[in-house]
C-alpha cells in the first residue's frame, strides 16, 4: 500500500443530537480525527441525501442544513462553516463518468446533519474542504460499491472518503421517551454481531446480501441508512484491502448500533 494512501471509514452518525449527547460513541468520533492521517479534503456518502442518480456538492461555501424538526433549540445553533470543494466535486464526477455511473454536480447543495455531525466532532475546526456524494437508494449496494471502485484513486489524492449511515436503524420502533443509554434491543445485537464479522472478513457478497442476515430486514426495513457502508467498503475492495477494522461498537436508545469501521487503516 502506498504510504500516503489514506483509509476509508464507515460511521454511524445516530440522531442529531448526538453532537451534544453524552454518550461513548459521541466520544469515540470525538477522537477520530486524530486517529487518521490529516486529509487534504473529506468526501462524505450520507443517508441523508438520496437522489435518482448520484449527485456530488460543489457550493464553494456549504451552508449547515438542519434537516430534522422538534429537537432543542441549542441543536439548531450548531453550524459547520468547512469550505466547499468545487474542483474536488469535478474530479469526484469524472471518475464516476469514466466507468459508466452518471454524475450531477450540484452548485448549491450543503451539508446535512448526516455530514455535519460527524464532522464537527472529528474536525472541528472545519478547516478541511468537504462536499457530499448522494446515495441512490433503489440501485443497491452493488451500484455503491462500484461508485467506490471508481473513486478509489482519491485516497491517493490525499480524499478521505466518508460513508456515514447507521449499523441499524428502524426508527419504526422509537416508541415513547427512550434513554440514550437503554441496552440494545433482543433483534439489535444479532446483526450488529454479524455486520462486524462480516466487515472484518471482508464478504462483498454476505454484505450485499444483508437483508438474509441475522434480523436483517428488521433493522434496516429501508435501505438509505446502510447503503453508506459500500462506497467506502468498495473503495478498499479496489486496492485489495477489502478486510475491514472494527473502530467502534456502542448502542444509543436501544435501537441504534453505533458501529463504526475503517479498510486500510494501521
Known amino acids: 500500500m502506498p504510504m500516503n494512501r489514506l483509509p476509508t471509514i464507515y460511521v454511524t452518525h445516530g440522531a442529531p443530537t ?12 470525538a477522537g477520530l480525527g486524530q486517529r487518521l492521517p490529516r486529509p487534504k479534503a473529506i468526501l462524505c456518502v450520507s443517508a441523508h441525501w438520496e437522489a435518482e442518480r448520484a449527485a456530488v456538492s460543489a457550493a464553494p461555501a456549504p451552508e449547515t442544513i438542519h434537516d430534522f424538526y422538534g429537537f432543542p433549540p441549542a441543536l439548531y445553533e450548531h453550524r459547520y462553516p468547512a469550505p466547499g470543494a468545487p474542483a474536488l466535486a469535478g474530479r469526484v464526477a469524472g471518475l464516476l463518468h469514466k466507468t459508466g455511473i452518471s454524475c450531477a454536480v450540484d452548485p448549491l447543495r450543503g451539508l446535512d446533519h448526516g455530514a455535519w455531525v460527524p464532522l464537527k466532532l472529528m474536525f472541528p475546526t472545519a478547516d478541511l474542504p468537504a462536499l457530499q456524494l448522494s446515495v441512490q437508494t433503489p440501485l443497491g449496494p452493488e451500484h455503491h460499491v462500484a461508485m467506490g471502485r471508481a473513486l478509489a484513486p482519491l485516497r491517493d489524492e490525499g480524499v478521505l472518503i466518508l460513508g ?6 428502524n426508527l419504526a420502533d422509537f416508541r415513547g421517551a427512550r434513554s440514550i443509554g437503554e441496552p440494545p434491543r433482543a433483534y439489535v445485537k444479532p446483526f450488529d454481531d454479524w455486520l462486524v464479522n462480516t466487515v472484518e472478513a471482508g464478504d462483498e457478497e454476505a454484505l450485499a446480501d444483508y437483508r438474509r442476515a441475522p434480523e436483517g430486514a428488521r433493522n434496516h426495513p ?10 467506502p467498503f468498495g473503495a478498499a475492495l479496489a486496492a485489495g484491502d477489502g478486510k475491514g477494522a472494527t473502530l467502534h461498537r456502542s448502542y444509543t436508545y436501544g435501537i441504534l448500533a453505533m458501529t463504526a469501521f475503517a479498510w486500510g487503516m494501521g
Open 164 to 169: 456515514s449511515g447507521s449499523a441499524t436503524h
Open 222 to 231: 429501508s435501505p438509505e441508512h446502510f447503503l453508506p457502508i459500500f462506497v
Open 18 to 29: 448526538l453532537i451534544i449527547d453524552d454518550c461513548p460513541a459521541r466520544d469515540f468520533l
